[in-house]
């Protein structure tokens, strides 16, 4: 494509794009967890953004169609379609019988992207996608390495940042406070990061006080409020410290 203006096919191309970003966009907002949901949300909006400057220079619209087409997979719904809802659209029909067929297509799909990506803009995204498959998959070391290559090889970067994050919540997930932990404080301590510290504190401890760890509960919301005095989460971090005994400031 040369500079200037879009020729129609390159904007019906273009058009698709963003089509296949909001559906996605829509499915995680509507599907995930909080945490969840931001990082799926973040990757989403960070991946609209790179396909739009990137795809207005013209390069690699292949590599682009193909990440589309990957990511797409990945988010698709599996298993039985939901029961039509009179007072909403009709869902989408299910694209996998399993969530085991559904990962499975999706990490080949990344699998080869990454191949062809490498040294691209591109590259880290799929790896990082590539990671997520394998733990869906029951592959944690494989997953663990991939985001641990990531958080290194692009540090300084959201992808880093989503490596670290992933890893965290995965560690959560299993009880491993300590490894997940020592993932979320590296993302506190990175200035540079966009990733919503906030969240993070408000539900970390979160994660301690269900685990009946009350101390480390409010030192957490004690920081949040004085770390984010302007933050959404801050009256819930307060309410939280008020019903524990505890003065906010």
């Not at 203006?5 to 967890?33: A, F, G």
């Not at 989403?44 to 690699?60: E, M, P």
């Not at 985001?147 to 670290?164: F, K, R």
């Given at each position: 494509m040369s500079g200037g203006r879009l020729t129609r096919k390159e904007m019906?191309?273009?058009?698709?794009?963003?089509?296949?970003?909001?559906?996605?966009?829509?499915y995680v907002v509507d599907n995930s967890k909080l945490l969840l949901g931001i990082l799926a949300a973040f990757v989403v909006v960070s991946l609209a953004i790179f396909?739009?400057?990137?795809?207005?220079?013209?390069?690699?619209?292949?590599?682009?169609?193909?990440?589309?087409k990957a990511l797409e997979k990945f988010h698709a719904t599996a298993g039985e379609t939901p029961a039509a809802d009179p007072n909403n659209p009709a869902p989408e029909p299910s694209r996998y019988k399993t969530d085991l067929e559904k990962f499975t297509d999706a990490e080949k799909a990344f699998t080869e992207l990454s191949a062809k990506a490498k040294g691209t803009a591109l590259y880290p995204?799929?790896?990082?996608?590539?990671?997520?498959?394998?733990?869906?998959?029951?592959?944690?070391?494989?997953?663990?390495?991939?985001?641990?290559?990531?958080?290194q090889s692009e540090s300084g970067s959201?992808?880093?940042?989503?490596a670290l994050l992933s890893m965290a919540e995965s560690y959560l997930?299993?009880?491993?406070?300590?490894?997940?932990?020592?993932?979320?404080?590296k993302i506190l301590k990175d200035a540079k990061t966009s990733?919503?510290?906030d969240e993070i504190l408000y539900s970390l401890a979160e994660h301690h006080l269900n685990k009946k760890d009350k101390a480390k509960a409010i030192e957490l919301w004690k920081r949040l409020v004085k770390e984010f005095p302007d933050s959404k989460v801050k009256p819930r971090a307060e309410s939280q410290l008020t019903e524990l005994g505890e003065k906010a400031g």
């Amino acid at each position: 494509m040369s500079g200037g203006r879009l020729t129609r096919k390159e904007m019906v191309q273009e058009d698709q794009i963003h089509s296949t970003m909001n559906r996605i966009l829509k499915y995680v907002v509507d599907n995930s967890k909080l945490l969840l949901g931001i990082l799926a949300a973040f990757v989403v909006v960070s991946l609209a953004i790179f396909f739009w400057s990137d795809y207005r220079t013209g390069q690699g619209q292949e590599l682009q169609s193909a990440y589309g087409k990957a990511l797409e997979k990945f988010h698709a719904t599996a298993g039985e379609t939901p029961a039509a809802d009179p007072n909403n659209p009709a869902p989408e029909p299910s694209r996998y019988k399993t969530d085991l067929e559904k990962f499975t297509d999706a990490e080949k799909a990344f699998t080869e992207l990454s191949a062809k990506a490498k040294g691209t803009a591109l590259y880290p995204y799929s790896r990082y996608y590539e990671g997520l498959c394998r733990l869906e998959l029951g592959k944690k070391s494989d997953f663990t390495s991939i985001m641990e290559q990531l958080a290194q090889s692009e540090s300084g970067s959201e992808v880093a940042s989503l490596a670290l994050l992933s890893m965290a919540e995965s560690y959560l997930a299993e009880g491993n406070t300590e490894k997940a932990t020592e993932n979320y404080e590296k993302i506190l301590k990175d200035a540079k990061t966009s990733l919503p510290k906030d969240e993070i504190l408000y539900s970390l401890a979160e994660h301690h006080l269900n685990k009946k760890d009350k101390a480390k509960a409010i030192e957490l919301w004690k920081r949040l409020v004085k770390e984010f005095p302007d933050s959404k989460v801050k009256p819930r971090a307060e309410s939280q410290l008020t019903e524990l005994g505890e003065k906010a400031g």
